[in-house]
């Protein structure tokens, strides 16, 4: 798809499609109004016989408008007025971006980003629409024999401005689309099987990354005799039931000038996660190839923040394995010593995530880092805590995670701060090792956190678990693509942009 910013009276642009917003009450927007008026009054009357829901996101495709020099008017319920929110906004657009993928109208005027958002300017709106747009188009059937090739769908948007010379606009438009390219790359790696999307899958993935944005972000994978040789015990643990060697995956981004302490993020890697000895139950299962969500949201991220050309410093980390049962696998009982010589009681080989995390955290330190971001489908207790619409919060720094929830609402990818209170820290204990890789009975997103905390003390940081949000189950089952525009709008006002 491609966008741009036009200026002109919408009534006399001539596209295949004009959208424009209505909200309850027969009120218009202001492009709206033009087009009755131009129309003598067509649209008032139809939403006046009832023919248009004042819900937001509710649509109504209008032909052949006289005085209207585009064929289609598609008119969108923006709901209540006084209750129009960013979810309202946000409602409208992907509702008109589904109504137009089974039109054949590949010219579009959108003209919803007219409508007045509390505390929101016409760029936001604007990359807003743009990443929704581009990312209705996502498709994961590549993997079908047969595959429906769609010739219908908007192929190029512009997007109704009073001024098309503003280069804030402009930036809008071309930092919308990076997001949604990152979004891809995330939900294509989160579809992907466990037996395409291996760790060295993942590790070829950051490559060709790396290859895309040459000069601009640096790869480096780490196999399993670096990964040895740097004692990641944790990691090798995991990975040593899999005939899959594990990785270690390092991306640099530099975007900025001058040496600047780096972001560091850390994306769990686990390429299928069976539970290992400690098996989990067979319904679903296969939902666990998307155990690399947090990798994926990674390589997502820089995908983003390199086309958007941030003057950031940003590392990536990912320890990538897979978690299998197997002649070699670890066992309950199990003590291995991590990176950090900290040693570890595997009471129960499902709780693998923070065995790979932990040796991640340890290598973080060599950056010494602005902050340190993990990003983790660690613990089905977040899905029960925050279901499939926020994702889990914690830190070791109360400004770092004021940040970050600030990031998630501006980009509506939320997030919500759990404690990582001292009290909690008394619920792992192990007889035998220095800890145990699981807590006590209770708050099991909070003692996965705390067991990462113990690897952390270096430098300030957050995890942001994202169990219940980096996937969407039932009938339209699929990666989300989250936290990725959390982490892209964080990265973005740190950048300053
Ligand atoms: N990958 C899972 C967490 C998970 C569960 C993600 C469901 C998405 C959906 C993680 O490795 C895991 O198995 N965690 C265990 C920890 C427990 C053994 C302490 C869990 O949550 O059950
Ligand atoms: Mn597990
Ligand atoms: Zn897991």
Redesign the pocket.
Known sequence: MEFTIKAGSPEKLQHNCVVVGAYAGARLSPAAQILDQASGGLITSALQSGDLDEKAGACLMLRTLPGVASSRVLLVSLGKAEALNDKAYRDAVSAAARQLAGVAAPEVLFCLAEAELPKRDLAWKLAEATTLLQDSTFRSDWLKSKREESPKGARQVSFLVPDASDATLQGALTRGQALAEGLALTKTLGNLPGNICTPAYLADSAKQLGKEYKGKIKVEILDQAEIEELGMGGLLAVAQGSMQEPRFIVLQYKGGKGKTAPVVLVGKG?TF?T?GI?L?PGEGMD??KY?MGGAASVLGTFKAIAAMELPLHVVGLIPAAENMPGGNAIKPGDIVTSMSGQTIEIL?T????RLILCDALTYAERFEPACVVDVA?????C?IALGNLTSGLLANDDALAAELLASGQEAGDKAWQLPLWDEYQDMLKSNFADIPN?GSKGA?TITAACFLSRFTKAYTWAHLDV?GTA?KSGADKGATGRPVPLLTRFLMNRAGV
Do not use: P, R
């Not at 499902?350 to 995530?353: I, L, N, P, V």
């Not at 489908?377 to 207790?381: D, H, V």
């Open positions: 686990i996660d539970g400690s989990k939902e666990m155990d129960n499902d709780a693998e995530g489908t660690l613990t089905g207790a899905i699981i099991g169990a996937w």
